[in-house]
């Protein structure tokens, strides 16, 4: 039987006709599990996807011996079956639908009861998962037990955590028993236990006989990894054993000295009112069906300050977060104040959001796919997710502004769904930034950034914070991403404040 997985010899690769790899060599054996690391935007999402066949090949030769092995072994006689059906990916953004299949999930709708009804559960998403070589590691019982969904099987996929996510998602793929697994950095966002559990669980995979190909930071390299690729500006720099692999010498984004004139301008261009509580509550109490979020959680944030918000996946955070952030129709039910005025007293959720900047790794799912870079960024002078009017002169300019600053204006027109994970993020942190928010929400902002540019987004939230008076909530699983402007710490576990 032929070792050898898939090969790709000289091919050049094109994602949204843009020619992103020329000349690509690459060989998958059996035993063998890889991590494909590198700058952000150095092609790693390209290359998985273009495996999965999302991306096309513009020239070069491939070959997929397994798939002329599965089909010589059993007698496959099905016209439409395909080497695709025998690999699954589990990428960044998930493709979750209604019920009624009508329409994609919107925001806010995890936090209104009677319309998360329309989501399917957990238990119903991995029923209908077909099965497509039978296992008897990976059957759906032990899927269930060993990612910890047992808990969750009845809980609609809308309301789910990060972490609850990516873990449904492994199941979903795994339950398959595909030949190879490709994964997008599936460690981000997860906190520290879940990322060891995940470590084990790869092993795990790794030793059944199923192939990992991952994308992943250099310093956060599985145990089960064999090899390591070194991408680099659509290139394939280096593939070498992963013991010698140091994570140190691969490159990295360089880091520009930024125009602070530039932000401090900006950051004058709408003056808000001072306020002394920007946010109170008393005994918060958020319930779902039997299910407590939220128990008795007493918290101020006054006036300039920053707060660092920590808690497990599923601790709650999102939860506080929607409160303030007025996604969550349960915040009138309890005695929360915002910006020196009780919830409920006449003020609507846009008067709320007007005062907020908020940047969450879940709000990049619900754009339009219609909506360039430039659009998405001016949506956040009308708080939507997403541009439903003509775009407006003067808000144009303090967007192009704001790219120019964070050095992505290269991306103005560009469809805010084929940029780079990185560039979203930023793009995401412009159209916070753009109407001068009270406060500013980042829901790990740096999850999609390579080291140095998390360096220098920390750098830049620490410049926005001595230039002005602005309340932060900081939301990290990583110590080394907090910005040195935080001073305070807020910490959940099972929904109360530890």
Known sequence: MNNLLLSFSNVSIRQYNTLVFEGLNFSLEKGQNWALVGKSGSG????????????SMA??????????????????????????????????????????????????QRFNSCDSEDAETVEHYLSAVKVVR??????????????????????ELIKLSNGETKRLMLAAALIKNPVLLLLDNPLNGLDVASRRDFNDLFTEIAG?????????????????????????????????????????????????????????????????????????????????GDKLILDQVNWKLKRGERWMLLGHNGAGKSTL?????????????????????RKGSGESIWEIKKKIG??????????????????????????????????????????????????????????????????????????????????????EPCLGLDFAQQEQFKRLIDEICS????????????QHEMPSCVKHTLKLEQGRVV
């Open 44 to 55: 790693k999402s390209t290359f998985l996807d273009f495996i999965m066949g999302k991306a």
């Open 59 to 108: 020239r070069g030769e491939a070959s997929y011996p397994y798939f002329d092995d599965h089909i010589r072994e059993h007698h496959q006689d099905d016209p439409f079956f395909n080497r695709y059906k025998l690999m699954t990916q589990v990428s960044a953004r998930h493709e979750f639908r209604n019920l009624s299949n009508t329409s994609d999930f919107y925001y806010q």
């Open 134 to 155: 039978p296992s008897e590691i990976w059957t759906s019982e032990r899927v269930v037990d060993r990612l910890n969904l047992r808990p969750l099987l009845n809980k």
């Open 208 to 288: 059944s006989g199923i192939s990992i190909l991952m994308a992943s930071p250099p310093n956060e390299i599985p145990d089960a990894i064999t090899h390591i690729a070194i991408l680099d500006n659509g290139k394939m720099l280096r593939k070498i054993p992963s013991q010698e692999f140091d994570p140190d010498s691969v490159f990295l984004t360089d880091s520009k000295e930024m125009n602070r004139e530039e932000l401090k301008q900006l950051l004058s261009v709408t003056q808000r009112p001072d306020y002394d509580l920007i946010v109170g509550m008393e005994n918060v109490r958020i319930k779902y």
């Open 321 to 341: 977060l929607s409160l303030i952030n007025g996604d969550n129709p349960q915040a009138f039910a309890n005695k929360i104040i915002l910006f020196d005025q």
């Open 358 to 443: 908020y940047v969450s790794p879940e709000l990049f799912q619900y754009f339009p796919s219609g909506n360039t870079c430039m659009q998405v960024i001016e949506s956040g002078f009308d708080d939507t997710l997403g541009l439903f009017r003509a775009s407006g002169q003067r808000h144009a300019e303090i967007c192009m502004r704001w790219m120019k600053l964070l050095e992505i204006e290269e991306y103005a027109g560009t469809m805010f769904r084929n940029v780079p994970v990185s560039v979203q993020r930023i793009v995401m942190l412009a159209r916070a930034m753009v109407k001068n928010p009270v406060l500013l929400i980042l829901d």
């Open 467 to 478: 230039m002005s008076n602005m309340s932060l909530i900081y939301v990290s699983h990583y």
